[in-house]
């Protein structure tokens, strides 16, 4: 484009005059000149701005026009080309913070939970208390199970949750209930950068445990069961904090102290930047430590005497499912709970208390498997807290499969014969490994 | 503790007994958590159980106190500390006075400032490891205690601990049994003196009854009328899953089999 503006009194003509043949051509040339993607509006002979109110909008899916005023979408484009929010928001990198606040997850699942989340709001609230010294967040992940097949990890969200520092710390030596290996890490964290804060969730996940012997060991007096924290000037660290006590029936008012164990909903998440995520590494590798509890690895439960509300996997049957006999089975070998559609329950499939959805349980798995349910909106908002949704079901278009993160059109029952003869096949395999 | 059974039992156990506070009255009772410690201790096979408590000896804990008495046993020991004291010294001399081999606890007092950092704190300062939120143990043999681990979503692990060690129950452990009127009545709170240090902290600090936490409210933040719309009537959509439409179902049941497995779910 170049700097002198010149101007075509032709062509202007022409793209006010709807009737011109060449009105659409016209329009769509000023438009380009003009430096928009749109024709909507442009310089006028005057110097008046006009608008093209037509030209305005685009046209939906079902062949209607529509307009978008949001300003993501401009004039007469074909839609879609959408920035994603999550880089519309400013990246903020932050070189030289003038403290740490570390943050240790509990990632379930190898991903943040919500909890996790809270606590990273609680942290960037710490971090950017005082805004010309604003101080980094620094997470420290544990384990393998938080990569996906090629070493990628699974949770792409750290930086949006406002992680400034990454350390991931994967060695099968902190897999499955590994405590006193983790705190060795943790306190090497804490040689190595001594960080001004530490917050872990107080929860079963692992964090109320690692927090705790972290402090122990710190020789710390930690807050446990934080809920609130209020800025205090004459505090030593400069933040209050109110923490639950005996069994949830005190609240105690105390100086914030360097350990934190927090509760769920502590802080708002942050979201309204996206920091840099930047990956660390220890400065020096940790000597392997002699761990006196040794881990024997999960015990398989009775799928079926987990409760429904808090069973991690469940495989749910609906109007779909032909093959009973075969659906219990297939729950019984990949040790999934069982839950139902309301159809599949009032048809005497199932029993009452299998029955997910608005009038059932609201249930919290982590995989939701959903064989032969079409999703109608009362079965969809029992499962709105499920991670991952498989579906498997003959109709591409119902709204189950738009829900589900993968969706596998095809009969029920032959679906799901498939997968017990592939399970079974790979356990022989590995028995035969063994 | 009895010498006639000190020939035949291996393995000494005992449990840290507190006095619970019933969340509804506010009465003193026996505390849920260290009641199923009990129970839990009660299940070992071939072990001579002591309870041990730290505290005063007013008239209201003391009936707490005997509570756990009526669960079977003949005496407490009870290691006198005034009100709003840091128990943990005490505790730890009344270790190194008579050792036992497995200590167990609940998770959290109901009284204080229930941190949970007890179990912890004492096997620091006794040099032991700690296990949190057990369900079962589920035999002792050579000095190696095994031990089954409630995990959240009803999920159990299995670990392995050398002895002397701590353990705290979960909620998921065994309910513990009632408790009987007569040999509560009839047992004995065997009172020795302990060391006391004050919580100067804890004085310090400003209690009051718990308040009702405030409700999160949904915020939408955003920039436009059209998102906030958006927001607010959206159906719940994952958006852009993966659809396999014309596919085998082994080629689905293999696409369904990755997923499960790089959930972890399958094992
Ligand atoms: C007040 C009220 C409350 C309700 N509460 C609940 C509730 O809590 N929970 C609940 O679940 N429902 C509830 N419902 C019912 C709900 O509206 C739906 O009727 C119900 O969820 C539909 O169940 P479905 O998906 O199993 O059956 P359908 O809607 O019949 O769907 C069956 C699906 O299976 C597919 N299919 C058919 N054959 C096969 C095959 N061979 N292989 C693979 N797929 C196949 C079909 O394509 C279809 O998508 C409620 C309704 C009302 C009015």
Redesign the interface.
């Known amino acids: 484009m170049s700097e002198t503006r010149r101007r075509d009194p032709r062509k202007e003509w022409i793209a006010r005059n709807r009737l011109h043949p060449r009105h659409l051509e016209a329009l769509t040339e000023l438009g380009r000149r003009a430096g928009q993607g749109a024709v909507s509006a442009w310089l006028g002979p005057h110097g008046l701005m006009r608008k093209n109110p037509r030209a305005v909008g685009f046209m939906g899916p079902n062949g209607v026009k529509r307009i978008d005023r949001s300003g993501v979408q401009q004039g007469a484009g074909g839609g879609g080309a959408t920035k994603s929010i999550a880089q519309s928001k400013p990246l903020v990198e932050i070189a030289s913070p003038a403290f740490l606040v570390a943050v240790v997850p509990d990632m379930p699942g190898g991903r943040l939970s919500q909890h996790d989340r809270d606590l990273l709001g609680l942290a960037r609230r710490l971090a950017d208390a005082a805004p010309d010294a604003r101080g980094a967040v620094l997470a420290v992940v544990f384990g393998g199970y938080a990569r996906q097949g090629e070493g990628e990890l699974k949770e792409h969200g750290f930086g949006e949750a406002g992680v400034d520092r990454l350390l991931t710390l994967d060695d099968t030596r902190y897999d499955g209930v590994a405590p006193e290996a983790r705190r060795g890490a943790l306190l090497a964290v804490d040689d190595a950068w001594a960080p001004r804060h530490w917050l872990l969730p107080d929860s079963k996940l692992g964090g109320a445990d690692l927090g705790r012997r972290l402090a122990v060991r710190l020789g710390e007096r930690p807050a446990t069961g934080v809920w609130q924290v209020m800025a205090a000037p004459d505090a030593p660290l400069g933040w209050q904090c109110t923490a639950r006590g005996a069994a949830a029936t005190l609240d105690i008012q105390r100086p914030l102290p360097r350990i934190t164990l927090a509760l769920e909903e502590c802080a708002e998440p942050a979201d309204d930047e996206r920091h840099a995520a930047q990956a660390l590494s220890l400065p020096q590798a940790l000597p392997s430590p002699i761990s006196r509890i040794e881990d024997l690895g999960q015990v398989a439960v009775d799928p079926a005497g987990v409760a429904l509300a808090e069973a991690e996997f469940i495989l749910s049957a609906g109007n779909g499912v032909t093959d009973w006999e075969g659906f219990h089975v297939a729950a019984e070998t990949l040790g999934a709970t069982e839950g139902a559609s309301r159809v599949a329950v009032d048809d005497g499939f199932m029993s009452r208390d299998r029955q997910v959805g608005a009038t059932g349980t609201w249930v919290t798995a982590r995989v939701y498997v959903a064989v032969g349910i079409s999703g109608a909106i009362q079965h969809l908002q029992g499962i709105q807290s499920c991670d991952k949704v498989v579906a498997i079901n003959m109709d591409p278009g119902c709204d189950m499969i738009k829900r589900a993160d993968l969706a596998v059109i095809g009969d029920s029952a032959e679906v799901l014969g498939a997968l017990m003869a592939r399970v079974k096949q790979q356990r022989e395999e590995k028995r035969d490994a063994a | 503790m009895q010498p006639e059974t000190d020939i035949d039992a291996s393995l000494e156990i005992t449990v840290l007994v507190s006095v619970g ?1 019933h ?1 509804i009255t506010g009465r003193a009772r026996r505390a849920d958590q260290d009641a199923r410690a009990v129970e839990l201790a009660r299940g070992v096979s071939g072990a001579e159980v002591r309870l041990l408590h730290a505290g005063g000896q007013a008239a209201e804990s003391e009936a707490a106190l005997r509570d756990y008495l009526g669960m079977g046993f003949d005496a407490l020991t009870l290691v006198e500390q005034p009100e709003g004291a840091d128990v943990l010294g005490a505790l730890a001399e009344a270790f190194d006075a008579s050792p036992a081999q497995l200590v167990i606890g609940g998770e ?10 007890l179990p ?2 004492l ?2 300062r006794l040099g032991w ?5 057990l369900a079962a143990v589920e035999g002792v043999e050579d000095g190696v205690a ?1 031990l ?2 409630a ?12 002895l002397p ?1 701590i353990v705290t129950v979960d909620g998921a452990a065994p309910a513990p049994r009632q408790s009987a009127y007569g040999p509560a009545r009839r047992g004995h709170l065997n009172a020795v003196v302990g060391s006391v240090t004050r919580d100067e ?1 804890w004085v310090s ?7 009702k ?1 405030p409700k ?1 409210l949904k ?1 939408v ?1 955003a ?5 906030r719309f958006k927001a607010a009537a959206a ?5 852009g ?10 080629e ?6 990755a ?2 497995k ?6």
């Open positions: 506070r969340p959290r007092a109901e009284q204080g400032e229930g941190s949970g950092l912890y704190l096997a620091e490891p700690v296990v949190s939120g095994t089954l681990q995990l959240p979503r009803g999920q159990r692990r299995r670990l392995r601990v050398r060690a902290e600090w400003a209690t009051q009854p718990a308040r936490r999160r915020v933040k920039a436009s009328a059209r998102d159906k719940a959509e994952g958006g899953g993966q659809v396999l439409t014309e596919v085998s179902a082994e689905g049941a293999e696409a369904i089999l997923l499960l790089a959930e972890g779910v399958l094992r």
